[in-house]
């Protein structure tokens, strides 16, 4: 089993920063590639971002390209999602997700394991 933790979600006005941060623990040895979801109230859990956990490749849903960056700290297990340009539209609960593949994928039923969540609200 993996365990994810998420942290650094908040409030923060339009236009301003913030940095999610997700700590795997357990079987880490089994994680090939890590992403971030997001799920505004009423609407899809929505693909974000992910890296390949080998050779850091990533992919990134259209609506974050340029004003989102993914990253991953090997040593400490942690993937980290850097949020730019905030707009109110990406308020949301951030998931962090682990999947044992080495295909990036932007389905959320391709990932194995899952945080409880973190809060990012933007204000206008």
């Known amino acids: 089993q993996v365990q994810l933790v998420e942290s650094g979600g908040g409030l923060v006005q339009a236009g301003g920063s913030l940095r999610l941060s997700c700590a795997a623990s357990g079987r880490t040895f089994s994680i090939n590639t890590m992403g971030w979801f997001r799920q505004a109230p009423g609407k899809e859990r929505e693909f974000v971002a992910a890296i390949n956990w080998i050779d850091g490749r990533t992919l990134y849903a259209d609506s974050v390209k340029g004003r989102y960056t993914i990253s991953r700290d090997n040593a400490k297990n942690t993937v980290y999602l850097q949020m730019n340009s905030l707009k109110p539209e990406d308020t949301a609960l951030y998931y962090c997700?682990?999947?044992?593949?080495?295909?990036?994928?932007?389905?959320?039923?391709?990932?194995?394991?899952w945080g409880q969540g973190t809060q990012v609200t933007v204000s206008s």
């Open positions: 997700a682990a999947d044992r593949s080495y295909v990036i994928a932007a389905a959320y039923y391709e990932y194995d394991y």
